[in-house]
């Protein structure tokens, strides 16, 4: 089951695909620090299958957990397994685990191909260097129904993997309490530059929020539990159940309910995380009736 799901996951990554990465990429998402590339637990046990490795040494070596920017919400991130930066796996400008990378790795660009946003994503700056988006790419409508075939096992994967290291999917923290420690970190930080801690717009650097996460959240119910619950992985019966879940339909459904209008939201508070309803939905979007 569990091998037969790579395979799977390997052949839709190729199938109907016209992309072609540029032979001159100089392979910015895999190597620029502020690019997040998330994961979860499957593609942990996929790299250590592969590598025939424990799958805890090779979430230590590979893999870190951190915080996900969202669009829209300023001081509210998302917790996450995600690839170390520069991409561990990359030797040569060669995937080294390219059968089973993640389905995010797989994913892009064709996805932003096909939802639309392709152009609006190249004109950041953050994305100039990308030459797969500086070049159009034509995605078929085949291609199309297989890009949302994936996201559909990522977004299946990522409520498994969550619920099984976080309790719940997706794991919100609200860093709004937190201004005074960003600030300062970012400050401390960008002392060399002669910046004042912010950005040319007045934002906080996301690599602040990455900052004080680890100072702060890492040490508290549920994710310091994480290296105990992703070493439980091991054990080949524990993988067989996550794998199972893939295909519960009513657990998937359970599961989902973390995405509801008002989802759980942990903030720090007296030295533990503590999880509040709330809306997600940016003031500039609510309408008064």
Not at 86 to 108: A, E, H, K, M, Q
Request: with cysteine; charged share 25%; glycine share 6%.
């Amino acid at each position: 089951m569990i091998h037969e799901y790579f395979e799977q996951r390997a052949y839709l990554g190729g199938k109907q695909s016209e992309f072609q990465c540029n032979p001159e990429c100089s392979r910015p998402g895999c190597t620029h620090p502020d690019m997040q590339v998330p994961a979860t637990i499957f593609d942990v046990l996929g790299a250590a299958i592969l590598r025939d490795e424990p799958i805890h040494a090779v979430y230590r070596k590979y893999y870190s957990l951190g915080v996900m920017p969202r669009e829209g919400l300023d001081w509210i991130k998302s917790v996450s397994l995600k690839l170390k930066k520069p991409c561990p796996f990359l030797d040569n400008n060669r995937c080294g685990i390219y059968t089973v990378r993640p389905l995010s790795c797989i994913l892009f660009p064709e996805n932003y191909g096909v939802d639309g946003t392709i152009k609006t994503l190249a004109a950041q700056p953050a994305y100039k260097d990308y030459l797969c988006l500086q070049t159009p790419f034509a995605v078929s409508r085949q291609r199309a129904r297989t890009i949302r075939a994936l996201e559909g096992m990522l977004q299946r994967e990522l409520l498994i993997s969550d619920s099984r290291l976080f309790d719940l999917s997706p794991f919100w923290i609200d860093f709004g309490g937190l201004q005074e420690e960003l600030l300062h970190h970012s400050t401390e930080s960008s002392r060399d530059s002669g910046a004042d801690g912010t950005d040319a717009c007045g934002v906080i650097p996301f690599a602040s929020f990455e900052a004080v996460f680890n100072e702060t959240f890492v040490k508290c119910h549920p994710l310091s539990e994480l290296d105990t619950r992703i070493r439980q992985l091991d054990d080949f019966d524990q993988q067989k159940k996550i794998f199972s879940g893939l295909n519960d339909g009513k657990l998937l459904k359970s599961l989902a309910r973390g995405h509801e209008d008002r989802p759980l939201v942990h903030k720090f508070a007296g030295g533990r995380l503590e999880a509040r309803r709330q809306s997600l939905i940016p003031r500039e979007h609510m309408f008064v009736w």
